[in-house]
């Protein structure tokens, strides 16, 4: 397995008799390099120890030897190292296996590298209360291979997971402890706290739409087996990979839900660990991709996507702090054999992803968003609006994806706005179409905006598309405000 590298300490926990003395060592090479005493719990029959910290590397051997009396018990794990743990976590796209993604075989071939990635994978379980330990897990702490990696789909172990790490262990150098513990078709409420449920309103009696259910959609079940049992490990961060369950299932709640299972995990993991994972780890997110649906409302994508930023379309930001987010929206796969919610391109995804925690987890200075406007000015005389964007922009002309709010009589409407000119970091919109009053702008505001890596604005350098957006122009009058996008 992999134990949190320096600066926290590894948290060791496990059970035993009551009132007996245990001693966790870490040894290497036959030599021991800590002893870590304590006893076991009356009411909890369980003991914990915090380990020294521990630079990255090994492989180590910890050994945990409980006396009672004359009784004596020990337990040896092997082959330890000392790196980075990551929690993936979501539904299934975070689930999918390397098997069912683009170049399968040789994605599966390509594991001698990272023999130090170890990986993890919890079964599908729910529960009622919050459990202190897993009821089972599908793959126990091992190498990756082959097998593990292609078991099926589903099923074992996530590729998005998988693909993360391995980009981190390139650029890191040392080992990567990765665990996936998601399920398919479910809904954010299953992985929420009671806690962070009640602190957001989400009405007690949730109905999920059936065409959505293919996981559990009960309140924080999934939160209590397959999340809570980890709240003693002292971990680096969590991705996650969610939302689709939500585009008809209190999608106007997810702006609130989702920051709130952020700072809810955080709070958790913090205090089960005893102060050792970060209070404010980083939290890694797929931003929605695109997919074909009759039943999806034309806005409900979008707005899950907007929600997904707690309405700030950019993280970090005030409500969802050392948070770091992949745009998906261009990545869109109308002919996945799993259907168009679920592209096959999870390398891109990864890597976009793998570009953030490197920028707020390891504090690298790169590039790891795409562009977003900083300035919106009306030029009105014109008939255009420019806008100013805080990096250069390489375009491609698209004359629909940019919208406008146009509003006569508490009446409002979108209009296209189509490219007039632009430059490295400005571009002009085509607004004469709007005789009225001009109230918002919008971008990529659509479940499908772009074709495969085709959309119209991307970055230069490091080919990050710009993210959705929504903002009012100019101090709207009062009552436009309910008509325009929220």
């Known amino acids: 397995m992999v134990l949190q590298k320096e600066p926290a300490g590894a948290v060791i926990w496990g059970y035993g008799v009551s009132g007996a003395t245990v001693t966790v060592t870490l040894c290497q090479d036959q030599e021991t390099i800590m002893k870590k005493v304590t006893s076991v719990k009356a009411h909890s029959n369980s003991w914990m120890v915090v380990l020294d910290p521990v630079k990255p590397g090994g492989p180590y051997e910890v050994m945990a030897q409980q006396i009672l009396g004359r009784k004596n018990f020990t337990l040896r794990i092997h082959d330890v190292l000392f790196g980075d743990v990551w929690l993936c976590s979501g539904q299934s796209n975070m689930q999918m296996t390397v098997s069912q993604i683009f170049n399968a075989t040789s994605e599966l071939s390509n594991t001698a590298a990272y023999q130090s990635v170890r990986i993890l994978s919890v079964s599908l379980t729910q529960a009622q209360q919050e459990l202190e330990d897993l009821a089972k897990v599908d793959l126990q702490w091992s190498k990756p291979t082959l097998e593990n990696l292609g078991h099926g789909n589903f099923t074992y172990m996530s590729a998005l ?7 981190l262990h390139d650029t890191l150098r040392y080992p990567v402890g990765l665990i996936s513990s998601s399920w398919a ?5 299953a992985w929420s706290s009671e806690r962070s449920l009640k602190a957001c309103g989400v009405p007690r009696q949730g109905f999920m739409p059936s065409d959505l259910e293919t996981g559990p959609s009960e309140y924080s079940v999934l ?3 397959m999340i809570h049992p980890f709240h003693n490990m002292t971990l680096k961060g969590v991705i996650w990979y969610q939302g689709e369950s939500n585009v008809n299932f209190n999608r106007d709640l997810y702006n609130c839900t989702f920051p709130a299972l952020i700072e809810d995990w955080r709070q958790t993991f913090h205090d089960g660990s005893q102060g050792q994972t970060e209070r404010f780890f980083p939290f890694g997110f797929v931003q929605l991709s695109s997919y074909l649906s009759g039943a999806t409302p034309n806005d409900g994508l979008p707005e899950i996507r907007w929600h997904q930023t707690a309405d700030f379309g950019y993280v970090p930001n005030p409500r969802m702090p050392s948070t770091f987010m992949a745009v998906a929206m261009d990545l869109c796969d109308r002919n996945s054999p799993f259907g168009s919610a679920h592209p096959r391109d999870k390398q ?12 707020v987890a390891y504090g690298a200075k790169l590039t790891f968003q795409g562009p977003l406007p900083q ?6 005389d014109m008939g255009l ?3 100013t964007y805080s990096q250069p922009i390489q375009v491609q002309r698209h004359n629909k994806i940019f919208e406008i709010s146009c509003c006569s009589d508490h009446q409002c409407k979108w209009l296209p706005a189509p490219m007039d000119t632009f430059s ?6 085509n607004v004469k179409s709007c005789h009225d009053s001009l109230v918002a702008v919008r971008y990529a505001w659509a479940t499908w905006p772009c074709e ?4 119209p604005l991307y970055h230069p350098t490091s080919a990050l598309p710009a993210p959705p957006f929504t903002a009012f122009i100019t101090n709207q009058i009062p009552g436009y405000c309910s008509k325009v996008a929220k």
């Not at 300035?375 to 009105?380: F, P």
């Not at 490295?424 to 919109?429: D, E, G, M, R």
């Open 385 to 387: 609006l420019n806008l």
């Open 185 to 189: 078709g479910t809904p954010i409420e």
């Open 424 to 429: 490295t970091q400005t571009l002009a919109l």
């Open 452 to 455: 495969y890596k085709q959309c």
């Open 161 to 167: 997971c998988w693909l993360f790490g391995r980009y």
């Open 375 to 380: 300035k919106i000015e009306l030029l009105g």
């Open 223 to 225: 939160w209590n087996a």
């Open 348 to 359: 891109t995804v990864a890597y976009r992803l793998h570009l953030g925690a490197r920028a």
